[in-house]
């Protein structure tokens, strides 16, 4: 089992960069398939990046191509999600997900696909 922490949401302003971390305890983060999900308002949660860190995949929303990244630090033991340029409707509670890894030519981008999440931290991009 995984315990996720995420930190660092906040409100910034249109064009302006933000870098959320999730802290994963237990296990190191590459025992597991990982992503960034986002939840709007009134919204079903959707996911932001999704990674298989054993096969080297990555599926990552057509919204934030090119301007979002995930990557992760073994030391900390933390995966982290670089948000550049953003966007007012980038707003939203972002949550990191894990799910238990099983097969290199996987990478799980659905929210029911994921059975650890942590609390959310949210994000605000005023115009």
Known sequence: Q?????????LVQAGDSLTLSCAASGRTFRSYYMGWFLQAPGKERVVVVGIN??????????????RF?????DGK?????QMNSL?????????CAASNFYRRDVVKYR???YNYWGQGT????SS
Do not use: C, H, M
């Not at 096969?55 to 090119?66: E, H, I």
């Not at 966007?87 to 949550?95: G, H, L």
């Not at 949210?122 to 991009?125: E, G, I, M, N, R």
């Open 122 to 125: 949210q994000v605000t991009v």
């Open 77 to 81: 033991n933390t995966v982290y999600l």
């Open 69 to 73: 990244t995930i990557f992760g630090d």
């Open 111 to 113: 929210a029911y696909e």
């Open 2 to 10: 995984v315990q996720l922490v995420e930190s660092w949401g906040g």
């Open 53 to 66: 860190w054993n096969g080297g995949l990555t599926r990552t929303a057509d919204s934030v191509k090119g």
């Open 87 to 95: 966007k007012p409707e980038d707003t939203a509670v972002y949550y």
